[in-house]
């Protein structure tokens, strides 16, 4: 089953958008984490998600690809419907790569075999295949070179651009990114952004968890400020960033633009 | 006997007399002349009243020595060598089962596993053995595989498998969680990130408690005397003593002794060395 295409046939989704979400919830126990969420991202749309922490938002990115699995609500990817107990979850998860804070590459697998592991095994694809696809986009974040380097060897920057390259070879058509710049030293985020930038502007979906606010300013299609949990406020990069109309938005926008405001 | 001084005696604040009117320094010169000189009294009382020439003549015999080669190597060693190596993988593989049990979301399976590592690590290993030995009196018909190799490496598997089990479990919870859900995400199953992901480095983490399992099993397998091995099944403590008896004379099991620690010196030193890496490394 193919993911990356919206398939027409599909009864559940009647419009193609790359991502549909439904009326979610999700608890932690007895914390509800997310209370309601609706919203759609549109194929080749830049959406970033920005909130203060614990506003849900990785919660939310994390629904997207069911490594949290919601409580209730609907979660439609592509026209797959994930939330649907009989759906494939592997097979959909193909089609949507993921970046972490972390990295999360694999420490004992030398670059390249991070890069190539799940196309060989997941997609089955040949060994000459995979390593050229793998050296594509290796070459494509700028690392090239480090193909025979461990995880361990490389900058947090390297690692990151590393993990987007991992993603990138399962040709996936929506991409996450979970505060993809948050863990790394300041002089090497703007690496992973410059990636992150060609990608937007090659037309890949990206749903962007970030406090990069220029990043989401210059690059987005559209912001969403999340805060307990509720999307507050949804609209273009000027509206939400430039003309937040919502106190809570202006309030947590102070102090991420401007650190030592303390009027809180 | 302690030779830090300085813990038997916390020395008072600000370096001032103490009680005794002692400075510390001074205390702790004079405990140290005292550990000295109760070591000097033990080892003239030994030299004393050990008869040397007796317990010489008793454990290091040179004519005697000699009778235990080639066997000793050939026979005894490697057959130690058969069961605690043949224990050991097994042990491993019976050990990577449990523990994966131990952490499934099927409840029976915790279960099962929790029991077989509770039971098995509360048993001496000897028990072990004699149940091994009395099983096919218990059950017409069973036979364990493999004769007396399959039996001394059935006791050292399951002696091994419920220490392993808890190892790996500990390596397996070690691996960040990050790990599954980057293989997860990338369209893999659990299945597959368990095996190509996970258990990988899992292992990896558990190699140096893993090599002090093997030297403990190793030792173990003297235990394997107790299923009334002969001839060609000996291992090395089995060949001491019957080495022992056939000379009367107590020199094979100074030999077959040494034999083991030309084993597992370099393997104690093996698994410090590839700990102090691993710390390093990570």
């Known amino acids: 089953m193919t993911v990356s295409s919206a398939n027409p046939e599909t009864s559940e989704a009647p419009a193609n958008h790359a991502v549909e979400i439904r009326d979610l919830h999700k608890y932690f126990g007895k914390n509800e984490v997310l209370r309601g969420i609706d919203f759609a991202v549109e194929p080749g749309q830049v959406v970033c998600v920005i909130g203060p922490s614990g506003s849900g938002k990785s919660t939310l990115l994390r629904c997207v690809n069911l490594l949290e699995q919601p409580t209730s609500g609907k979660v439609v990817v592509h026209g797959v419907e994930l939330t649907d107990r009989d759906v494939d979850i592997d097979a959909a998860r193909r089609g949507v790569g993921m970046v972490f804070q972390q990295f999360n590459l694999f420490p004992h697998m030398t670059v390249l075999q991070n890069v190539m592991i799940s196309q060989r095994r997941v997609l089955k694809r040949g060994k000459a295949e995979a390593e050229r696809i793998a050296r594509e986009n290796l070459e494509k974040v700028g690392i090239g070179e480090k193909c025979d380097a461990f995880p361990a060897q490389l900058s947090g920057g390297q690692q990151q651009r590393v993990a987007i390259a991992r993603a990138l070879a399962m040709s996936p058509a929506l991409m996450l990114f979970d505060e993809p710049t948050s863990a790394l030293d300041p002089e090497l985020v703007g690496d992973v952004l410059t990636v992150m930038r060609k990608l937007a502007e090659e037309g890949m979906t990206m749903l962007v968890v970030t406090h990069e606010m220029a990043f989401a300013r210059d690059v987005a299609d559209r912001v969403v400020f999340m805060d307990g949990g509720v999307i507050v406020e949804d609209g273009s990069p000027e509206q939400v960033i430039g003309a937040p109309q919502h106190e809570r938005t202006k309030t947590f926008l102070r102090r991420v633009l401007d650190p030592t405001h303390t009027d809180i | 006997m302690t030779d830090q001084p300085k813990t038997t005696e916390p020395a008072p604040a600000g370096g001032a007399p103490g009680r005794s009117g002692l400075s510390p320094r001074k205390r702790q010169q004079i405990s140290r002349a005292v550990q000295y000189v109760v070591l000097a009294a033990v080892a003239v009382f030994l030299a004393l009243r050990i008869e040397w020439g007796k ?33 050991f993988v097994f042990a491993f593989l019976l050990g990577l089962v449990l523990a994966l049990m131990r952490l499934s979301s099927v409840r029976p399976y915790r279960w099962i596993a929790v029991a077989y590592i509770e039971i098995f690590r509360g048993l ?51 691996v960040p969680k990050g790990q599954m859900e980057a293989a997860r995400s990338l369209g893999m199953s659990y299945t597959r990130a368990m095996v190509s ?3 990988p480095q899992a292992v990896r983490i558990v190699i140096p408690p893993t090599t002090n399992q093997f030297v403990s099993l190793l030792k173990d397998s003297s235990l394997v005397l107790f299923l009334g091995v002969s001839g060609d099944y000996v291992e090395l403590t089995k060949f001491g003593n019957d080495t022992a008896s056939t000379y009367a004379n107590a020199t094979p099991i100074l030999v077959v002794g040494v034999t083991y620690l030309l084993v597992t010196i370099p393997l104690g030193y093996l698994a410090s060395r590839l700990e102090r890496r691993q710390a390093r490394g990570r």
């Open chain 2, 197 to 199: 992901i996970v258990i």
């Open chain 2, 55 to 87: 317990l010489g003549e008793n454990f290091t015999k040179l004519d005697v020595a000699e009778k235990t080669l080639p066997d000793l190597f050939t026979v005894a060693l490697k057959n130690t060598i058969i069961y605690s190596v043949g224990g």
């Open chain 2, 124 to 174: 001496p290993a000897l028990l072990i053995f004699l149940l091994i030995l009395f099983l096919p009196l218990a059950i017409t018909g069973l036979e364990i595989p493999g004769g007396t190799y399959g039996q001394g490496i059935l006791g050292l598997t399951i002696v091994g498998s419920a220490y392993m089990a808890e190892t790996l479990r500990a390596g397996l919870q070690a």
